[in-house]
């Protein structure tokens, strides 16, 4: 009787240690020491036999049976920990490793632009109104002062549709829509996209975008001193720091009279520059005292209101900012110049 359980016991151990699946392992477990293994059935046997050997086979039989117990144990522990093992080796993760960059797109530095002229208008009370980019000829020209067959026409040119209306050959249209709608006072600027029949070279484009400035009250609140501290306090806010603004007589036909506005170079404090090719002055925009032909032309009373307006090239203050002498380059697409923003 000893033998044969030393014999299940060796059995029992050999196959334990041979077994290499959780599944293997439990067949070993019922087979030794399920209800039905050889070890209970010497075990029920015991009864047959006498006290000594009861007590003698009794002892072995348990010493073996708590021994397969805690090889299927100790069997159990090292599969896990040799699982363990694999998997770690597998699938390491080291907390410490830098995170993978998740490209983040960002705003077109024209769109900056136009948000950047937003916000500073926009704190001086200004409204932002919305124009259309498909005009009609009365408030491109006409009602601008700019009539049929006057030579001032050849200021802008103009992609013409074939139903008698065009593409907006600038912002201004919108200060007559404006007004058609609206009686003063008034503040408003107008961002939006312009096109012009022009070949593109490093300053001009087809298609450019302007800021179109409309400030209106009745005759004797508004003159050119409101209008030169608007615009001191945008070039405040577009460069960072006071600059000296200087007014050069211009000529727009809705406008009397009419200024070109130069904004000391912000670069080089007026001592020359490649921004400034030289001159210590950046022209930035066109710009007057409203004529009062553009007032009767939506209906207003003559002499009733004045007020002064300006229009600006979106991507001439973008250039200004960033340094880019080449407007194409915004309309690109190129990812390398766009990434610089
Ligand atoms: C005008 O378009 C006037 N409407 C501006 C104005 C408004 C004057 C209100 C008075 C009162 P001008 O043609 O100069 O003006 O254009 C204004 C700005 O638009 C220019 O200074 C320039 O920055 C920009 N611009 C004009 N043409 C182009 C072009 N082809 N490509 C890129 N920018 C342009």
Redesign the pocket.
Known sequence: MKDKIEKIKKAALAEISAVESDEGLEEVRVKYLGRKSELTEVLKGLRDMSVEEKKEIGQISNLVKNEIESAIIRKETEMKEKEFAELDAKEKIDVTYPGEKVPVGHLHPLTKTRYEVEDIFRSMGFLIADGREVEDEFHNFDALNIPQNHPARD??DTFWLKDGNLLR????PM?VRFMEENKPPFRIIVPGR?F?F?N?DA????N???V???MVDESGKLTVANFKSVMAEFMKGLFGKELEIRLRPSY?P??EP?FEIDVACPYCAGKGCRICKMTGWI??????MVNQKVFTSVGLEEGKYEGF?????L??IAMIKTGVND?RLFYGNDMRFLEQF
């Open positions: 200021m802008w050959t600038h912002t201004s200060q312009t012009r022009e593109s300053t001009h484009e087809s450019f975008h302007q179109e400035g409309l727009f809705f406008v009419g022209e930035i925009l066109g710009a007057g307006a300006f229009g600006v090239g991507e001439r407007l």
